[in-house]
C-alpha cells in the first residue's frame, strides 16, 4: 500500500514545514506591501509552527525507541532551544555585517539586547542538555552507560566537549555581562561559537546513537 502514513513523524514533518512555508510567503508579501495589519495577524500564527517545526523534527528521532539515545521526551526542548540559540546567533551576525557594510543601520542597544536573549537561550539550552545528561546517567543502566562512555570518552567525545566548553558556556561567560554585550567583537565571537556548537551537537546527537 502506497500514500501518506498518519501516524508517521515523517508525515508530520512534511505538513509542518508546508505550512511553514505558505506562512512566510505570506509573511514576505505583507511585507514587501507594508500591510503592518496583517504582518501582526500572520507572525501569531508563524511562531507555534516554527515551534512544531523543529519539535517535528526532533520526534523523527525521540520517538524511535529502538535508539535508546534519541528515545527521550525532552529531544524537542532541546531541538526548539538549539534552533533558539543558532537562529539568534546567526541574526546578530547578519545585522552587525550589514550595518558594517551600511546597507542597514540598527543601533547597539538592540544588538545588546539580543545578545542578553542570546545568553538566556543558551543557558536554558545547557539546562536541558544536563537533565537529559543527569537521566541517563543516573540509574546507570547497560544502555544509558554505553551511551554515555561514547559521548564523554568515545569518538563523539570531541564534538560532545566543543559543543559544551565552546558552543555553550564560552559564549554564555561573555554574553552575561552587559559591558561585553556592547562590543560587537565579543558578540560576534560568541555568536560564530554558538553557530559552530549546535552543529557539533547535530555531530553527536546523532552517531552517538548509532554507535
Known amino acids: 500500500v502506497t500514500g501518506p502514513n498518519p501516524t508517521s513523524p515523517l508525515v508530520w514533518d512534511i505538513c509542518v514545514i508546508t505550512c511553514y ?4 510567503i505570506f509573511y ?3 511585507m ?3 500591510n503592518d495589519h496583517a504582518v501582526s495577524i ?3 500564527f508563524a511562531l507555534p509552527v516554527a515551534i512544531l517545526v523543529h519539535s517535528v523534527t526532533a520526534w523523527i528521532f525521540g520517538l524511535e525507541n529502538a535508539k535508546e539515545g534519541w528515545y527521550t521526551a525532552i529531544l524537542a ?3 526548539v532551544a538549539s534552533a533558539l540559540d543558532s537562529g539568534l546567533a546567526l541574526l546578530l551576525l547578519a545585522l552587525t555585517a550589514l550595518r558594517k557594510k551600511g546597507i542597514f543601520q540598527v543601533s547597539q542597544d538592540l544588538i545588546a539586547s539580543l545578545a542578553g536573549l542570546l545568553a538566556t537561550c543558551v543557558a536554558v539550552d545547557a539546562f536541558f542538555i544536563g537533565c537529559e545528561l543527569l537521566t541517563m546517567a543516573y540509574p546507570g543502566t547497560a ?3 554505553l551511551i554515555l562512555s561514547e559521548l564523554t570518552a568515545g569518538p563523539t567525545a570531541p564534538f560532545f566537549w566543543i559543543e559544551i566548553l565552546c558552543g555553550l558556556v564560552l559564549p554564555f561567560c561573555i554574553l552575561v555581562f552587559a559591558k561585553n554585550r556592547q562590543s560587537s567583537t565579543l558578540v560576534c565571537a560568541a555568536s560564530g561559537l554558538i553557530i559552530l556548537g549546535v552543529f557539533f551537537k547535530r555531530i ?3 552517531f552517538t546513537s548509532f554507535i
Open 21 to 24: 512555508l505558505v506562512i512566510n
Open 28 to 30: 514576505l508579501h505583507f
Open 32 to 34: 514587501r506591501v507594508k
Open 42 to 44: 500572520v507572525s501569531r
Open 77 to 79: 526542548p532541546i531541538f
Open 143 to 145: 544502555g544509558s552507560s
Open 204 to 206: 553527536w546527537l546523532l
